[in-house]
């Protein structure tokens, strides 16, 4: 069974664009969570989509959007990029929703995601 | 407000060692608590998870983790280290509302 993919891997920006990512979760998987690492700040927790809707979000700025596909498969979107936005995006599928409560879940390697 | 800590950036261990990785968190009711594990240039795995039971937890790859509700810890412990442990290990504890809240992560060095 193919594992979460992210794409792309790797991507450079300037201030004030923005940027959309893309996560594919595992088949069958119908919960997608997303999260920014940073050194400083470590893993924080952006949102989380099951079965196309939003069921929890962090405390992010409304610059930070995300939706999810009838196929499970979800976008984040960035508008705006700041200095501050360049981190490792990772998204994480699981089968149900609840963080990993009811069932494992299953990460992604990351978008990491460059503002210049 | 949940949280979790972990008070150590960076733990050496040497190779054939026990070793500890800790963690501690606050949370209001039951606590769900998570270990991940980080390798470089790849997501998070994950470990093991506490949600109700034995207070001794196994997973993967050899690791187990011990929560004391007394002391409000859940660290994480292997008997042997392996050089192949090396990475940087995430506490994580499940909020109220369905969210995971991490820590900021310790890095795990084995010495050969």
């Known amino acids: 069974k193919a594992g979460v993919t992210q794409t792309p891997r790797y991507l450079i920006k300037t201030r004030g664009q923005q940027v959309t990512l893309s996560c594919s979760p595992i088949s069958g998987h119908r919960s997608v969570s997303w999260y920014q690492q940073t050194p400083g700040q470590g893993l924080q927790f952006l949102f989380e989509y099951f079965s196309e809707t939003q069921r929890n979000k962090g405390n992010f700025p409304g610059r930070f959007s995300g939706r999810q596909f009838s196929n499970s498969r979800s976008e984040m979107n960035v508008s705006t990029l700041e200095l501050g936005d360049s981190a490792l995006y990772l998204c994480?599928?699981?089968?149900?929703?609840?963080?990993?409560?009811?069932?494992?879940?299953?990460f992604g390697p990351g978008t990491r995601l460059t503002v210049l | 407000a949940q949280s979790v800590a972990q008070p150590e950036d960076q733990v050496n261990v040497a190779e054939g060692n026990p070793l500890t990785v800790k963690c501690t968190y606050s949370v209001s009711g039951n606590p769900y608590l998570f270990w991940y594990v980080q390798y470089p240039n790849r997501g998070l795995q994950f470990l093991l998870k506490?949600?109700?039971?034995?207070?001794l937890v196994k997973g993967s790859y050899g690791f187990e983790a011990e929560f004391n509700k007394s002391q409000t810890s859940f660290h994480l412990k292997k008997p042997s280290a392996l050089v192949s442990d090396s990475a940087l290990y995430f506490c994580a504890v499940r909020d109220g509302g369905d969210k995971i809240i991490f820590g900021k992560g310790t890095r795990l060095h084995i010495l050969p």
């Open positions: 994480a599928s699981s089968l149900s929703s609840g963080g990993g409560y009811y069932n494992e879940q299953f």
């Open positions: 506490y949600i109700t039971g034995d207070n």
